[in-house]
């Protein structure tokens, strides 16, 4: 079982609203793939699996195509969307990683700034870089291309995704990077690009 089958198998069971508006899920869960491979995940893997999807899903609700929620009016998804924001990082907070919590509760306000001043611009970098953190820790550098991101500096997505990219080479996450980078990017491509 995947985290988006569990996602979503937690939220039928919640017996919420969103319950009536569960699909199949679709897309692969390659950002918590991502966080649960890392080190700071091992002694709960499918807790941070999940967690990231979840906030990941509440992320699509607010901005692109969710792979879990359907036929949701526009009220009810920005609802949702909070929701699943807030069920990630209570999670996240049970297992005690408040640095996690932090570098979450950051990926949530960089998104919306990148939103609302850029259209999500460097949203994929930001991602990668934040879940790379969550799995692996991060260091200064980190911290100043997210700084840099909030002000809007040329290059600071890009600089964001080297420094992930970096941080996970070093991790031992190669693999599960470049899936995750393969699978966010191709999930904003327009339907007529994708492979």
């Known amino acids: 079982m995947t985290a988006l089958d569990s996602l979503s198998e937690l939220l039928r ?6 319950a009536d508006h569960l699909a199949e899920p679709e897309g692969e869960p390659a950002l ?3 966080a649960a491979a ?10 941070y699996a999940l967690l990231i999807e979840a906030v990941r899903e509440g992320y699509l609700l607010h901005y692109g195509s969710p792979r879990l929620i359907t036929g949701a009016d526009p009220d009810l998804r920005l609802l949702a969307g909070d929701y699943l924001y807030a069920l990630g ?3 996240l907070a049970g297992l ?3 640095e996690a919590v932090r570098e979450l509760a950051d990926l949530i306000s960089i998104s919306a700034q990148l939103h609302a001043e850029r259209g999500g611009e460097d949203g994929d970098a930001l991602w ?15 911290e100043r291309a997210k700084l840099a991101l909030r002000s809007d500096e040329p290059g600071a997505g890009e600089a964001l995704r080297d420094s992930a990219r970096a941080a996970a080479d070093s991790a031992g996450l190669s693999g ?9 990017e191709s999930a904003t491509l327009p339907d007529s690009d994708r492979g």
């Open 176 to 184: 599960p990077f470049a899936r995750a980078a393969e699978a966010i």
């Open 38 to 47: 890392g080190e700071r995940a091992a002694e709960a893997p499918d807790q």
């Open 89 to 91: 990082l209570e999670r």
């Open 32 to 34: 918590g793939e991502l």
């Open 128 to 142: 990668l870089a934040s879940v790379v953190t969550v799995a692996a820790g991060a260091g200064p550098e980190h």
């Open 13 to 18: 069971e919640d017996d919420s609203v969103l």
């Open 96 to 98: 005690g990683d408040l």
